[in-house]
């Protein structure tokens, strides 16, 4: 995209009709920020000549987004869109910007291809302002678009007026812009707020642009869903199903075999290659990866997790922050917490809990056992009800298992301590000093039977 275009997110409305005080672009679509989606199909034309207007609670929207940090522009009050327009005027012309594309920050459907295609039309008709409009059965809150004798205009839904409008036709404004600034700039101060709502709109300047003889164009887009916009709860629930079953038709289009796929939730960063096998309920989130051969089985939820080739995630499994090599096994009902890591062919079986631990090639928790800050060597045997209590009311601390160790059942570890490899740790036992290599370690009472009274 030519490099004098530039765009422009207007993201500083708080959202009333979302009824939550959280900024409206922070409410999250497959687990991520509607935000965040604009700007991914933005970045992809315009690389770092992307800025955004925040406003209501602005410090939130900039911790969601570090990698727009110094990109952001402050509308202290919320005056509305033009309001907006006029705070980042004199950014966008630090810039060096001849056009600036101008977006809503609650439209998470639109794709860079689409913006893209829309560019190409308002810069090859020469616009100096260009605006999409698109066709609803019915036209809601949106903006009407109204052609009258040759010339076009927008007008808010809620100062529209038939008698002097004319009837709803059904197009609408689909809140994208192109504007060459040269040419725009100087009628935002013509802007007014005399209006139902009481704010500055960039709807206005259609009108403003037409009458002062500069070329308008609307260009329509027809019935494309990639336009519309979020503002209830309802349309943000519409809105995440539409992205959903896009992404689910590009994973099965891709080779992905997607099982009960209406029930699978694929957020926009994770990874599936080829040849894996999902079975929904399921939900992969923020960075996930799964590679070649892996299978994941139902009533899991996949959280920033990298799964290597060929592992088995059984049912109802939680994994978030972990690491599974290839060969690994996992579950059913286990739980892998930020830190864990499994190494080549280990295995977690169910009810097992690991967080900042590592189980080494080979090794095992097979069930109901709890790793905390802990490092298994390679085919250890940890047995069932094995706890390492790695947190003494202050700190936290380690826990090691060396290579080929056996841990009985229902064994607490008491950490910092240290297990050599092929040490064997009676069952039921309290741990609270080092074993040595291929020591054995009793920590329990002698056992005393005595005749039944």
Known sequence: MHERIGA???????????????????????????????????????????????????????????????????????????HALAAALP??????????????????????????????????????????????????????????????????????DTARDGPVTGEINAGVYLLRLAAVAPLLADLRNDNAGGEYYITDLVGLAGGAGLSVLAVNRGDDPAYLGINSPRELVAAEERLRRRRIDALLDAG?????????????????????ELCGPLELYGQTSIAAGAAIASHGVLRDTVIGENVTVHAFCHLEGARVAAGAQVGPYARLRPGAVLEEGAKVGNFVEMKKSTLGPGAKASHLTYLGDATVGAAANIGAGTITCNYDGVRKHRTVIGEKAFIGSNSALVAPVTIGAGALVGAGSVITSDVPDGGLALGRGRQVTKTRK
């Open 8 to 82: 422009l997110v207007l993201a500083a409305g708080k959202g009333t009709r979302m009824k939550s005080d959280a900024p409206k672009v922070l409410q999250t679509l497959l687990g991520e920020p509607m935000l965040a989606y604009g700007l991914d199909a933005l970045a992809g034309l315009f690389g770092p000549r992307v800025l955004a207007v925040i406003g209501h609670r602005a410090a939130l929207v900039e911790a969601a987004f570090p990698d727009m940090a110094g990109r952001f522009v402050l509308q202290a009050e919320q005056l509305g869109t033009g």
């Open 91 to 160: 950014r966008l012309a630090a810039e060096g910007l001849e056009y600036v594309l101008v977006v809503n920050g609650d439209a998470p459907l639109v794709t860079a291809e689409s913006l893209g295609a829309f560019v190409a039309t308002a810069l090859a008709g020469a616009a100096d302002l260009a605006f999409v409009t698109i066709e609803l059965p019915q036209a809601g809150a949106y903006g009407r678009v109204v052609r009258q004798g040759g010339a076009v205009r927008i007008v808010e839904a809620k100062d529209y």
């Open 256 to 276: 992905v075999i997607v099982r009960a796929a209406d029930s699978v939730r694929v957020g926009p960063y994770a990874q599936v290659a080829p040849g894996v």
